[in-house]
């Protein structure tokens, strides 16, 4: 069983940016595919990035966003840069025991309850 909490989300200007952590409970951490994920009002939860011992991102963030970990911590960071008004949405972290980096919310074993981004034009 693994426990997820993310934090760092707020209300920041088009621009801007934010670092979300997502820290997990056990001690396997390291064994754990990450993801983070964002939903939108009225929109499907959608991919943005995923870390095991590499790294692999959605088109519409490549080159901003950049997700990291440190096991030691048991924790995920996602560094969002150059904030834009449609990265707006609610962000989650995920986790499931494999060493391949899925895209797919259904991959996923384990949430995180979330936390919001806005992002102000």
């Known amino acids: 069983q693994v426990q997820l909490v993310e934090s760092g989300g707020g209300l920041v200007q088009a621009g801007g940016s934010l670092r979300l952590s997502c820290t997990a409970s056990?001690?396997?951490?390291?064994?754990?595919?990450i993801g983070w994920f964002r939903q939108a009002p009225g929109k499907e939860r959608e991919f943005v990035a995923a870390?095991?011992?590499?790294?692999y991102y959605a088109d519409s963030v490549k080159g901003r966003f950049t997700i990291s970990r440190d096991n030691a911590k048991s924790t995920v960071y996602l560094q969002m840069n150059s904030l834009k008004p449609e990265d707006t949405a609610v962000y989650y972290c995920?986790?499931?025991?494999?060493?391949?980096?899925?895209?797919?919310?259904?991959?996923?074993?384990?949430w995180g309850q979330g936390t919001q981004v806005t992002v102000s034009s």
């Open positions: 995920s986790a499931e025991r494999s060493l391949v980096l899925h895209t797919r919310p259904t991959d996923y074993d384990y």
């Open positions: 056990g001690r396997t951490f390291s064994s754990y595919s």
């Open positions: 870390i095991m011992r590499t790294t």
